[in-house]
Nanobody, 115 residues
Framework: QVQLVESGGGLVQPGGSLRLSCVVS????????MGWYRQAPGTQRELVAV???????NYGDSVQGRFTISRDNDKNTVYLQMNTVKPEDTAVYYC?????????WGQGTQVTVSS
């Protein structure tokens, strides 16, 4: 059974930094394209960042240049480094693992940007 467990969320001031982690268990991590998505109240879930098996990355327009996604295949972990955060980054952040066959989601971690 594949499980994704996110951590690292919390309260951060505008302009601050936060690092999210997502550990994958129950499957071979390296086969997955890994992504971070977020959903704020009353909005649809949106792509934040994705990292492919080979290491290439894509980012949503709103986080380009501020957030960095990375992966450690030895630790079965994907990270999201969030810098220069803004109040509009407030949302529940979800980890996603996708293969050609199916995809999996974590339970989400809350990030709140507020002074």
């Amino acid at each position: 059974q594949v499980q994704l467990v996110e951590s690292g969320g919390g309260l951060v001031q505008p302009g601050g930094s936060l690092r999210l982690s997502c550990v994958v268990s129950g499957s071979r991590f390296s086969i997955y394209t890994m992504g971070w998505y977020r959903q704020a109240p009353g909005t649809q879930r949106e792509l934040v960042a994705v990292i492919f098996r080979g290491g290439s990355t894509n980012y949503g327009d709103s986080v380009q240049g501020r957030f960095t996604i990375s992966r450690d295949n030895d630790k079965n972990t994907v990270y999201l480094q969030m810098n220069t955060v803004k109040p509009e980054d407030t949302a529940v952040y979800y980890c996603n693992a996708a293969s050609t066959i199916r995809e999996y989601w974590g339970q989400g971690t809350q990030v709140t940007v507020s002074s």
